[in-house]
């Protein structure tokens, strides 16, 4: 049972506002905000900034630099470490300070930690509380990329498409573009800037030829994902404007066991980053493929499809988010495709079901957002 005050509450949920200042460029490092309090008066706040800078705690115990901290109260949205990484352990800082109440948003499901910086800072006599409630689902929210890498070695998906009103995502010949307008494809580009990684399959890499870049006002400062493409025979071309531009922002094709051995070895000749996924089925294929890139640091994703490989993503358990862009369009055609052309379920009792769904405008579209999972 939570013992947070209203005044724990309110200096809680500013640690979780200074923490979102980190989006995303503390990837893989989680989200983290920190604020050092005595009673309602502010001494000193901080949030982790980028991957191997100063974490939230010593941010925050550096601004508080002149004060007496004996008395005072360290609210962090996330349970402080405790191991060496690129930086020292943030339970040592906090004794060092002289801190003896730590109030904490969520707890740090990794392996080196799940618990132990807690228990690290109770064995040296300060008090934690470990804070429920809507600050507490809120914290674990912000931090699900993190929260599912740690958990299964895996990256967290968003999957993202735009479909018509009778829910199809291209005619029956194929066309796809464009079904949303320009405010949802602008928004798209935010989400690649976003998250670590964007995937396709080689069936739209081959139809469309696309960069798979974040393109958004400002672009030479704009942060770039790792493109991913599916091609289990190695037959991306090599003319495709994404190996033209893999100097610049990294490539991986991920492979299948099938793939010829000197079309590998050709797309490494070019700067391509190659993944041999192993598996008897394209789920399977799926999952290896996730391991791979989570264990090069991508704790996020977000897949573009096509229907199929966002199928096997569905068939896979694989899919964590669903964004999808509902345009004022009706395409009919019985032969037109669907958002993910996966497996299905026999009965409607089968069905998955999503934890949330939201809708606001996005210009002339309508954007649903549903949860499917929660780390």
Known sequence: MS???????????????????????????????????????????????????????????????????????????????CHQGRTPPCTEAIQDAGIQRVVVASDDPSAHAAGRGLGILRDEGIEVVLADGELAAQARLMNQPFRKHARTGRPWVVFKSAMSLDGKVATHTGDSRWISGEASRRLAHEWRSALDAVVVGIGTAIADDPLLTARLPGAARARQPRRVVFDSLARLPLESRVIADAPRVPLTVVVSRAAPRAAIDTLKTHGVDVVVATGENEPARVCSALEQLGAIGVTSVLLEGGPRLAGSFLDAGQIDEIR??????????????????????????????TLTMECERVGEDLLITSRVKEW
């Not at 706040?45 to 974490?55: D, L, M, P, S, V």
């Not at 032969?335 to 069905?351: F, H, M, Q, T, Y």
């Open 3 to 81: 013992t947070t005050s209203e005044v724990d509450e309110h200096h809680l949920s500013r640690a979780l506002e200074l923490a979102a200042r980190g989006w995303p460029h503390v990837s893989p490092n989680p989200l983290v905000g920190a604020v050092i309090a005595a009673g309602e008066e502010t001494l000193g706040e901080g949030f982790h900034r980028a991957a191997g800078e100063a974490h939230a705690e010593v941010e925050a115990i550096r601004a508080a630099a002149g004060h007496d901290l004996s008395g005072a109260t360290l609210y962090v949205s996330l349970e402080p470490c």
């Open 324 to 353: 999808l862009f509902m345009a004022p369009l009706i395409l009919g055609g019985r032969n037109a495709r669907d958002p993910l052309e996966s497996e299905g379920v026999e009965k409607i009792a089968d069905a998955i079901g």
